[in-house]
């Protein structure tokens, strides 16, 4: 169910049911998390967030399986976000994003896909669009179809 969406500041993965404890935990969806996830800790500028989350990394199994590891990630990504400042809801679940980054009722929590987004953007690619990730060696059989349904949306408003 995970989709390609396009916001103000670029194109980003989005999960639909959501990822987690007590989350529908849909194959496409884990799989776009577990992939952001390696993304952003696997990064060399990331080596404070390795240590908070343990020291010795080993990157996830980007199967689209949720497990102990899947959620221990997530948890821990949550927490280093909020040790350096930024505010995210830190229950180990990644949830659909509604119509905003923050979510309803917490005006200064943002949404986990939007932070994993934010970072791997930042990181890997040119600070907006998602989709080059498309090209890594490493990116995930499962999500190409996910990419190719957004594409010809995509060709369709920048040939506008």
Sequence with gaps: MAKVIEDEFGTMFVV????????ANNRDDVTVVQYLLNLYFEHPEN???RRFAGGA???LKVDGIIGPKTNARIKKFQEFMTSIGLFLVCDGCVDKARADMVVPGNASCLYTIFELNSHVRYLYLDG??????????DFPARLVPVVNRFLPLWAQWNAA
């Design 57 to 59: 990394y080993t990157p």
């Design 47 to 49: 080596a404070s967030a």
């Design 16 to 23: 639909e049911l959501g990822v987690g404890p007590k989350r």
């Design 128 to 137: 907006t669009d998602i989709i080059p990730l498309r090209h890594r060696a």
